[in-house]
């Protein structure tokens, strides 16, 4: 009876002694980290160090109140025996709420993440699922290491039946930390699939599988045995790129416009009278405009407003001048197989450098 007694209590002493320690890490009673001194989750010997930047979006968007980074850390089964999790709260608002001055904070604190601390595997970032492809985007052009970020949300919150957010932040954490991410960008890893920043879009306003490279497919998969990639993002991104936000004070005005039939050339040179540096232009097709947007866009030019050329079809490119037969000849930009909301990122970034106009098509072509 005695040692029957004593096996007992020793065997509670052993269960009850990680759980106490996990809950000194992540408990309800932990505060905010701060860059400092962040929370630690597991810090498991031989696992990789993954650095959680939560910006906000409605994986943390609890009815009432926002989670924090380390309340939606604390709510993944099995991240313990996946990596060591640092958090960090950057922001905590929809990803809509962000300003762009915002967005160049996070890259630099992500650049200097990475600076300071060789040992880092990895980087995973929180944002509302409306605007992910534009801010995973623009990382992809600002943040120059070849180290992974992967940028992750949810498109159910926290009071929902089937909120993915734990699953999702999972796969990302797995993807981070794998040796194998690093050199490929910025990575977008939600419903068990990573895509390239640079092609990937939303495709469904509610859908879970709504992320979706069109006519590309993804990088590669999270499966429960491994993290699997097929192919690496081309283009330069990241440790390649020329953009460094480090100085960048502010982004340039930079506006959109969407060609329909009858469109109204007087918004672009209301836009370029106001303070666009740029103009990016939906055109219908492979490069056509409607009404007197035409006019428009040449008031724009003449001022020395830059014009980019997209398409609204949602796939297929923009062929540089000389290599469409059918389209008159103009002196726009050709944004390729941009989106218009990246090739407004890229003309942000690209109007921020001490560089002649006729670089613009060059570094469409090259990013």
């Known amino acids: 009876m005695r040692k029957t007694s004593l096996s007992l209590v020793l065997g509670l002493a052993v269960v009850a002694a990680p759980a106490l320690a996990r809950q000194g890490a992540i408990g309800p009673a932990a505060t905010a980290p701060t860059a400092?001194?962040?929370a630690t989750v597991s810090p498991g010997i031989g696992l990789p160090r993954v650095r959680l930047v939560a910006t906000g979006g409605t994986i943390s968007n609890r009815r009432g109140r926002r989670l924090t980074a380390d309340e939606i850390i604390a709510s993944v089964p099995g991240m313990a025996a996946t990596a060591t999790v640092e958090t960090e709260q950057f922001a905590n608002l929809a990803s809509s709420e962000l300003t762009l001055d915002q967005w160049?904070?996070?890259a630099r604190r992500l650049n200097t993440l990475y600076r300071e601390d060789a040992s880092l595997s990895g980087i995973v970032v929180t944002s509302g699922t409306d605007t992910l492809e534009e801010l995973a985007y623009f990382l992809h052009l600002t943040v120059r290491d070849q180290r992974p970020v992967v940028v992750t949300g949810s498109m159910r919150n926290p009071n929902e039946v089937g909120y993915e957010g734990p699953a999702n932040l999972l796969a990302s954490v797995r993807v981070a930390g794998d040796p194998a991410a690093a050199g490929r960008g910025v990575l977008v890893v939600l419903n068990d699939e990573i895509n390239g920043a640079r092609d990937v879009t939303k495709t469904d306003s509610l859908r879970l599988q709504t992320f979706a490279s069109r006519g590309f497919g993804p990088l590669g998969v999270v499966d429960a045995d491994r993290v699997v990639f097929r192919r690496t993002a081309e283009g330069r991104h990241t440790s390649a790129?020329?953009?460094d936000v480090a100085t960048v004070d502010?982004?340039?005005r930079v506006d959109i416009f969407l060609t329909y039939q009858g469109a109204a050339g007087d918004l672009i040179k209301a836009a370029v009278d106001l303070g666009a540096r740029g103009v990016v232009i939906a055109t219908a097709g492979a490069g056509a405009t409607s009404g007197t947007q035409q006019q428009g866009l040449d008031y724009a030019r003449?001022?020395?407003?830059?014009?980019?050329a997209t398409t609204r079809a949602g796939s297929g490119r923009i062929a540089g001048v000389g290599q469409a037969p059918h389209v008159a000849p103009t002196r726009r930009v050709a944004g390729g197989d941009l989106s218009a909301v990246k090739a407004r990122v890229l003309l942000m970034l690209a109007l921020t450098r001490p560089s002649q106009p006729d670089q613009l098509q060059r570094m469409f072509d090259e990013y």
């Open 241 to 243: 790129s020329e953009f």
């Open 104 to 106: 160049l904070a996070l």
């Open 302 to 308: 003449e001022r020395g407003v830059p014009v980019v």
């Open 250 to 252: 502010s982004l340039p």
């Open 36 to 38: 400092t001194a962040p």
